[in-house]
């Protein structure tokens, strides 16, 4: 058995970077609420299922983590003692110097909007053995408050269905794949990224993105992994959305577009190549199915009729773009624009058409049983959805 002890800080300045109490009037302590996104960040990693176990000790005015384990897990142990006090260390940062400047300027909540924003840093996800980075615009507020989980949300759950579908064995799997680097570590809420608004940036809207480069160079460079047998390279980048797109082009490649399903190669970590692709937000898969002009809103459980043609071409780029995720996570030495080319030949052949089908009616079918509590679910299975594609020719939009 090995130990491995890290120096986190005193009790102030955590209680501000892990945004505690996370929901407000728990009766929660500062160390169970550390724990719990800690042990989130264990079980993605695949620590906990081969004997990891974190402890979290108060020596005087300081909070130690003390992970504990097999030998075989030192160098994780190592990357963790590394990687997590730079981690808080970056978010301490954007929270005294970012923060304080946005308030000054009244850019934080210009609106004042019901759902207050609050600072939410990128915890409980993979930090040592992820095989791919996912640059994403800012976290909802609901994966702090009430989730209290960055992975229980619509979007990650569609997305880890696409990486199953092209290959990936499980959730859990999957979960190796979903390192999110949110641009603006702000907690807000769902509209606040796209909503149009006078109290916004002309360009860039509600959500500062801009103030933040400084984070997002130090917060990617930190997570990007070297490609296990591949000299030279890291693991791959997926960029989501526009705001998050456009930023990433003028970070790391020179203003060269990064558009839907387009892919690049940049060199974020001196000497080594990282392949960069650009792609839809996920959660525009499910505006574009159910929001029509009677309907103002995500979660109805069904498609709008007349979008459905629109959202089978944007379930083929999304499949596209995870089996490119997967293919350069396998092997990020190929020819990054070759293999998009590739997988979106992949997924508009006719053999796949059933698997696009059953995935367009299964996720079109997200539904709100009850708004107010923010659970969410699938009206249809996927087997009720194949079973749908079976009798219809493969036809999503037929009966819709």
């Not at 107010?372 to 999503?396: G, K, M, T, Y």
Request: proline share 7%; hydrophobic share 35%.
């Amino acid at each position: 058995m090995i130990k491995q002890t890290i120096l986190l800080g005193e009790q102030a300045r955590l209680s501000a970077l892990y945004s505690y109490p996370n929901i407000p009037d728990s009766s929660e302590t500062l160390r169970e609420t550390i724990l719990h996104w800690f042990c989130q960040t264990l079980e993605r990693d695949g620590l906990k299922a081969r004997g990891a176990v974190a402890d979290l000790l108060l020596n005087s005015e300081e909070y130690l983590l003390q992970l504990s384990g097999p030998d075989e897990l030192a160098g994780e142990f190592e990357r963790y003692g590394k990687r997590l006090p730079a981690l808080l260390q970056n978010g301490w940062e954007a929270l005294t110097t970012t923060i304080p400047k946005l308030k000054q300027e009244g850019r934080w909540n210009p609106e004042q909007s019901a759902e207050s924003w609050r600072f939410f840093l990128p915890l409980g996800l993979p930090m040592v053995n992820q095989r791919s980075l996912q640059f994403f615009h800012y976290p909802p507020i609901r994966l702090l408050d009430p989730m209290r989980d960055y992975l229980y949300d619509p979007v990650p759950v569609r997305w880890e269905e696409l990486l199953e579908a092209n290959g990936v064995a499980s959730q859990q799997e999957a979960r190796l794949y979903e390192t999110v680097v949110d641009a603006t570590p702000i907690a807000a809420g769902d509209d606040q990224g796209s909503k149009k608004s006078p109290e916004g940036d002309p360009h860039w809207g509600l959500i500062p993105i801009q103030y933040f480069h400084h984070y997002q160079r130090a917060l990617v460079q930190l997570l990007l992994n070297s490609s296990s047998g591949h000299a030279g390279y890291t693991i791959p980048i997926v960029v989501y959305g526009a705001h998050p797109r456009e930023t990433f082009q003028e970070l790391y490649l020179e203003g060269r577009k990064l558009g839907v399903n387009q892919a690049d190669i940049a060199e974020i970590i001196p000497g080594l190549k990282t392949p960069i692709l650009g792609a839809n937000h996920p959660y525009r898969f499910y505006a574009q199915a159910q929001i029509s002009g009677d309907q103002s809103s995500v979660g109805s459980g069904t498609i709008v009729p007349e979008n459905c043609p629109g959202v089978v071409k944007v379930m083929q780029d999304d499949l596209a773009a995870a089996r490119w995720q997967v293919k350069m996570a396998e092997d990020p030495t190929q020819e990054p624009k070759g293999v998009i080319s590739a997988c979106e030949a992949f997924w508009r052949d006719q053999q796949q058409q059933a698997q696009v089908c059953a995935l367009t009616q299964h996720q079109g079918s997200l539904l709100y049983p009850d708004p107010a509590s923010l659970e969410f679910q699938c009206r249809l299975s996927i087997e009720e959805s194949v079973h749908f594609c079976d009798s219809h020719q493969n036809n999503p939009c037929t009966e819709v």
